[in-house]
DNA sequence: GTATTCACTGACTCGTAGTCATTCATTTAT
DNA sequence: ATAAATGAATGACTACGAGTCAGTGAATAC
């Protein structure tokens, strides 16, 4: 019975290699410029094979764009479970998430895609789920720690947890895309530094969740009025 | 001498025909789906015409993009100019933005691409620079805007106007981005409204970046803390 | 009446995602 | 030991769309 179980763990582990000779390709030039033949070659197989693993090179991308989701969630779990006021967990989540984008640069600039109806529409549903599914989980981790934050009545009680993660998360995301991208450009043009920006936005948006209580117990990260 | 100016005259025409055959197949399909046969059959002229007219597939889009942005730019321009005090104005350009995302939605949808470098690289420089023209213009207004606000001492003096503009703009396109594409699952998975979430984080945001002085005068549009 | 110009054409090239009939190695049955 | 069955892998092939360019014909100039 053997035979059975040895199969299932090779095509697994083709599966992965597949998986990592697309990331060194996706990583080197998106998923526009990336073609589904450097990846098999890459891969040393031939293109035909990749499709007997993934359905699309859309599907392809979202399951690398899937590890990129663990690691945030690791991420976002330490600084949790760490522990300690409300507040400063919720302005080290700021911190997580932009460590994120500066480590994990890569795996961050998949989120792009992930945002188009287009690129959706090519993914066939089970790696939607598969991916719904990690996404999900993250969610929960912050929402709960919001939450928490709401009933110890450090952070204001006319919010909804969701709406906060949600506002917070968009935010930050849409400023780390334009500075990834137009950095220079918004520096030379607009004569601003999109990195100072962005955390600039956490402060503030950090300040606008807090309740007096909440902000007395990180003074020393606010700006002054 | 006549000949020569009635060429021209039909040569601007004939731009802005392809223009409006290409905005009715953009707005239908989005850029991606849409193809320059289909364009060329719309504007009822060979595929190989549209390229004496414009360099590319994403030159056509931008110079469609353009037109949303004459129209974001009239929204903000009359807000600003119908006056009134500070905070008040400020809530209206927002609820401007709210209203160019609700009602020009074709047009909102654009600018999804305009953030992405895999499409910035097809365009050409004279696009881009055209694009970036009209762009400023906006920038500029609501900028000054701010400045003015800042110089009242109704806007936090430690905050930049530049950097206020671009965090404002950012969270508000994130969110609205969202709520075109995913309004429903996010209502169905997270038990959200994201209209709502949007006129929220408005809201929050306004709060953040005014005075005391400056709350005093929009006592009725913010939140209970 | 002839030459020139120029907007326009559409068949063509090129590149790439995805397919499928075929090959080949491994496993199972006798 | 040998034949049949399985199924992983292949790569030539199709489909399709962006962009090109040699050629056409009508208006204009001489």
Redesign the pocket.
């Known amino acids: 019975m053997g ?1 059975q179980e040895r ?1 299932v763990r090779e ?1 697994e582990h ?1 599966r992965e290699e597949i998986l990592d000779a697309a990331q060194k390709i996706f990583f080197e030039k998106g998923l526009v410029a ?4 450097e990846i098999a070659e890459q891969a040393e ?5 990749l ?2 693993y993934y359905r ?3 599907d392809l991308y979202l399951a690398i764009f899937m590890r990129g989701q663990e690691v945030l969630y690791e991420l976002f779990r330490r600084v949790i479970e760490a522990g300690g006021p409300v507040p400063r967990v919720l302005a080290r989540l700021g911190d997580a998430y932009i460590e994120y984008f500066e480590r994990y640069r890569s795996y961050f600039r998949m989120m792009r895609f992930f945002e188009t109806p287009e690129f959706h529409r ?1 993914v066939s549903t089970e790696m939607r789920d598969a991916c719904d599914v990690v996404n999900q989980r993250i969610w929960d981790l912050v929402i709960g720690f919001l939450r928490r934050g709401i009933e110890e009545g450090l952070l204001r009680r006319s919010l909804d947890p969701v709406e906060i993660a949600v506002i917070f998360w968009s935010s930050a995301t849409s400023l780390m895309i334009r500075a990834d991208a137009e950095e220079h450009e918004w520096h030379s043009r607009m004569g601003i530094d999109l990195s100072s920006t962005l955390r600039r936005s956490n402060t503030l948006f950090l300040e606008s969740v807090l309740t007096g209580e909440g902000k007395a117990e990180v003074r020393d990260l606010l700006l002054p009025s």
Chains 1, 2 share one sequence.
């Open positions: 035979i199969k095509k083709r990336a073609t589904m033949d197989l031939s293109k035909g094979t499709y007997l699309s090179k859309e090519q």
